[in-house]
C-alpha cells in the first residue's frame, strides 16, 4: 500500500469529520497502525452510512401548532424522471474509453428509457403522497372535483411513463389523465430546456456568467476525472493511447437558438461516463461489480456524481441562461401556483429543467443529505405548498423531496412513518416568517422577475 493511497484516503475522510481524529492518531502510532486505523474508520464509516435511519422530515413534523395556524391549500410538484438506462448505447463513448474486459450493466430498454425499477421506484413514491395526500384530505377534493388535480410531462418515454406510474400511485383506481402535448417521445417546448432568444451579446455574457459560477470547466473537476479514468481503467481502453486523460480535452459552452445549451471536451466526455457508472451504481445490487470490481466507498460515488453536476450546473445554471431556457416552464409553474380550484398539479421532466428552474428563482445553494447525486437525484421533485393562514394571508414554502441512495438502491418502500428525504429550499432575498414560510405574493413576484429576465434578453 504507497503513501500516496494513504494520502489520498485521508483527503477523502476530511470531509467527513474524521480528519483531525486520523490525524491526532498518525502522530502517535506506527504506520503499520495508521493502515489498520484507517481500514477500520472506512469500514465504521461505511457501516454508519449505510444504517443510518431516514429521519422524518420537518416538512411532515413542522412545527408545534402549525397545523392550527395554516391549512394547505395547493401543491405544485416539478419532477425529474425516475432511473433510466444511459443517453448512449453499445459501441459508444462507454466502448471506446472502458477496458474490454469490463463489462458494463446489461440494460434491457432501449437508450434514455425508463428502466422497470424506476418505474417501481416512482411508486414507490407514489404510495407516501398518496398517503400523505390523505392525511391532508386531497384525495376527498380530487373526488369531489377531478379538474383540482393535473398531471403533465414532457413526451419523452421516461417522462411519461414516470408522470404515469406516480398518478397511478397517488389516485389508485381512477386512472387520471397523464397530459401529453406533442408526439411521444419527442421534445415539449415547455420541457425542452433550448435557448429560444439569442441576441448580440448574450454568448458572452454566458459565458462570463458560467466562469464566475465554476471557473475552468476542466481544472474544476481534475480528481473526478482521474477518479473515472481509474475506474474504467482508460490506460487499457480501445480510445488509448490517443485518449489518455478527460483533462487533455479542453471544454468550451455555446449556445445556438431554438436548441439546448451545448458542450465540447472533456467534462462532457466524463458526464457521459459518469452518469453511466450512476445508474448502473442504483441498478447493479453488488457495489463492487458496479465500479468493475474496484472497493469504492459512498464519497468515491458521490465525486462520480459531482462530474454529471458540474456538467449540468454549467449548462443550465448561469441566469441569463436558466431564465432562457426555463421560461415556457415558468410560465407553467406560475399558472398552477394561481390556478384557481387547483389543489395539486405534477410536472414531470428533466434534471436540466429543476436546475435551470431554481437557478431562476435565485435558490439558495445547497447539497443533499443521503444522497450521491448532491443537486438533483434522480426522481426528485421541487414541491412548492401553499398554505392559507386563520387571517386569510397565503403563504409559500419550498422543499426539495427525494429518495436517499439506499432507499434508490434498496427499493426500500415509503411510507408517511418512512419517508423520502426533503430539504427546505431557500430563495434569495426573500425574508420568511417565524414558521419559516414565504409570502405567497413574495414567491409569485420571484417567478414574475425571472419571466420578465426573459423578456429582456
Not at 440494460?107 to 414507490?124: F, I, M, Q, V, Y
Not at 384530505?137 to 379538474?147: C, E, K, L, T, V
Not at 420541457?191 to 458572452?204: D, H, R, V
Not at 460515488?301 to 426555463?326: C, E, G, I, K, M
Request: aromatic fraction near 12%; proline fraction near 5%.
Amino acid at each position: 500500500m504507497s503513501l500516496k493511497f494513504i494520502v489520498k484516503q485521508i483527503l477523502r475522510l476530511q470531509r467527513y469529520n474524521l480528519f483531525n481524529y486520523l490525524y491526532n492518531v498518525i502522530i502517535t502510532v506506527t504506520m503499520k497502525k495508521v493502515f489498520l486505523v484507517l481500514a477500520s474508520a472506512l469500514v465504521l464509516w461505511g457501516c454508519y452510512k449505510d444504517n443510518t435511519p431516514v429521519r422524518q422530515a420537518d416538512w411532515l413534523e413542522r412545527t408545534a401548532g402549525f397545523q392550527d395556524k395554516y391549512e394547505l391549500e395547493q401543491l405544485v410538484v416539478l419532477s425529474r424522471h425516475n432511473i433510466r438506462t444511459p443517453m448512449v448505447g453499445k459501441g459508444s463513448v462507454l466502448t471506446r474509453l472502458t477496458n474490454p474486459a469490463y463489462q458494463w450493466f446489461q440494460w434491457e430498454d432501449p437508450a434514455s428509457h425508463l428502466t422497470d425499477k424506476g418505474e417501481r421506484l416512482e411508486a414507490n413514491m407514489g404510495a407516501f403522497f398518496h398517503e400523505w395526500l390523505q392525511n391532508e384530505d386531497f384525495i376527498g377534493r380530487y373526488n369531489a372535483n377531478p379538474a383540482s388535480y393535473r398531471f403533465y410531462a414532457n413526451a419523452k418515454q421516461r417522462c411519461q411513463k414516470t408522470a404515469r406510474t406516480f398518478a397511478d400511485a397517488v389516485l389508485p383506481g381512477s386512472n387520471p389523465e397523464v397530459e401529453m402535448k406533442v408526439a411521444f417521445d419527442t421534445m415539449d417546448p415547455v420541457f425542452n430546456p433550448q435557448i429560444t432568444k439569442l441576441s448580440a451579446g448574450f454568448a458572452e455574457k454566458a459565458q462570463q456568467e458560467v466562469f464566475a459560477l465554476m471557473g475552468n470547466l476542466n481544472a474544476g473537476a481534475t480528481y473526478q476525472f482521474s477518479l473515472i479514468e481509474d475506474i474504467i481503467d482508460i490506460a487499457h481502453s480501445p480510445a488509448y493511447p490517443d485518449t489518455t486523460s478527460f483533462a487533455q480535452f479542453p471544454s468550451a459552452i455555446g449556445y445556438k437558438v431554438n436548441a439546448e445549451p451545448y458542450m465540447t471536451g472533456g467534462l462532457k466526455m466524463a458526464c457521459s461516463v459518469a452518469d453511466a457508472l450512476v445508474l448502473q451504481y442504483y441498478e447493479e445490487p453488488d457495489a463492487r461489480k458496479a465500479a468493475f470490481g474496484h472497493e469504492l466507498q459512498e464519497v468515491d460515488w458521490t465525486d462520480v456524481a459531482l462530474v454529471v453536476a458540474r456538467y449540468q450546473d454549467a449548462l443550465f445554471s448561469p441566469y441569463s441562461v436558466a431564465v432562457n431556457v426555463a421560461h415556457p416552464l415558468l410560465q407553467t409553474m406560475l399558472s398552477e401556483l394561481q390556478m384557481k380550484d387547483r389543489c395539486f398539479s405534477f410536472l414531470c421532466g428533466h434534471d436540466s429543467n429543476i436546475g435551470s428552474v431554481l437557478a431562476s428563482l435565485e435558490a439558495v445553494p445547497y447539497e443533499l443529505p443521503q444522497s450521491i447525486e448532491k443537486k438533483v437525484p434522480i426522481g426528485s421533485k421541487i414541491i412548492v405548498e401553499k398554505f392559507k393562514a386563520k387571517d386569510g394571508t397565503e403563504y409559500a414554502d419550498l422543499w426539495f423531496v427525494y429518495a436517499s441512495t439506499t432507499q434508490l438502491r434498496e427499493e426500500r418502500k415509503m411510507s408517511y412513518s418512512y419517508p423520502p428525504m426533503a430539504v427546505r429550499l431557500r430563495l434569495n432575498g426573500l425574508n420568511e416568517n417565524a414558521d419559516g414560510l414565504y409570502l405567497l405574493s413574495d414567491v409569485e413576484q420571484r417567478f414574475s422577475k425571472a419571466i420578465k429576465a426573459y423578456d429582456a434578453i
